[in-house]
């Protein structure tokens, strides 16, 4: 199977051409992402986002996934409810409100069988003066660029759970040289990190 291209939205993947990746593999991306790249699979799990994304008829391009609530009455096939997570725990980041729809999407990759699966753009901290580091920030449905940044535990924390249920699938993630890699990811051995010259190496036989 082709390997997953799973897009998050943080600033690291600036100026780095999307549009290959929907050549090398199946992509996955969440909310604004749309207004930029027709990815195969869609995740808004955000109300606000998920109505400019039907407001726009993404779903022609896109499969789109959603919350159940979020979903009454849909009768468009190409719409559909995220994955339910593959564990139960009793913290709150264990439950389904907590997670967003970046790591639902990591998820949905996995739940369509791929084993390898190549993150980018999940930078997870905020800028050097801990501010928004997300590339939509300031437009309709996120935060202003000055706001504080968000609190990564839980993201660190989910993509932990990840590596633990799913130890046949290998977790590539993508990002600048320096970028620090979470110490809870320590005891887990199906992730790698390498950086954007080195996807750039995979993808030179994918020219657009």
Same mark, same amino acid.
């Given at each position: 199977?082709?390997?997953?291209? %799973?897009?998050? #939205? ?17 992509? @996955?991306?969440?909310?604004? /992402? ?5 990815? #195969? ?19 022609? #391009?896109?499969?789109? $996934? ?20 593959? @564990?139960?725990?009793?913290?709150? +980041? ?21 084993? &390898? &699966?190549? %993150?980018?753009?999940?930078?997870? @901290?905020?800028? +050097? ?5 997300? /590339? ?8 202003? !660029?000055?706001?504080?940044? =968000? ?12 590596? !633990? ?8 993630? /993508?990002? =600048?040289?320096?970028?620090? =890699? ?6 887990? *051995?199906?992730? *790698?990190?390498?950086? $954007? ?12």
């Amino acid at each position: 199977m082709r390997p997953a291209f %799973v897009i998050g #939205n943080g600033r690291s993947r600036v100026g780095f051409d999307l549009k290959r990746l929907n050549i090398a593999g199946v992509t @996955y991306g969440s909310n604004a /992402i749309h207004r930029d790249i027709a990815v #195969n699979y869609l995740v808004a799990c955000d109300k606000t986002m998920l109505k400019e994304i039907t407001n726009l008829d993404v779903t022609k #391009n896109s499969f789109v $996934y959603s919350r159940a609530r979020w979903l009454d009455n849909n009768k468009d096939p190409n719409l559909q409810v995220v994955p339910d997570l593959p @564990y139960l725990g009793p913290n709150k +980041a264990d439950k389904a409100e907590h997670w967003g729809s970046g790591h639902y999407s990591i998820l949905l990759a996995r739940e369509k069988k791929h084993d &390898i &699966i190549i %993150v980018l753009g999940f930078d997870f @901290y905020g800028t +050097a003066n801990n501010m928004q580091n997300n /590339i939509y920030s300031g437009t309709l449905g996120y935060k202003k !660029k000055t706001d504080e940044a =968000v609190d990564p535990q839980f993201w660190i924390y989910h993509t932990a759970k990840l590596f !633990k249920h799913y130890p046949e699938t290998q977790f590539v993630f /993508i990002n =600048v040289d320096g970028w620090k =890699v979470p110490e809870e990811w320590g005891e887990y *051995s199906n992730w *790698s990190v390498d950086n $954007y010259q080195g996807l750039e190496t995979f993808l030179v036989d994918y020219p657009i």
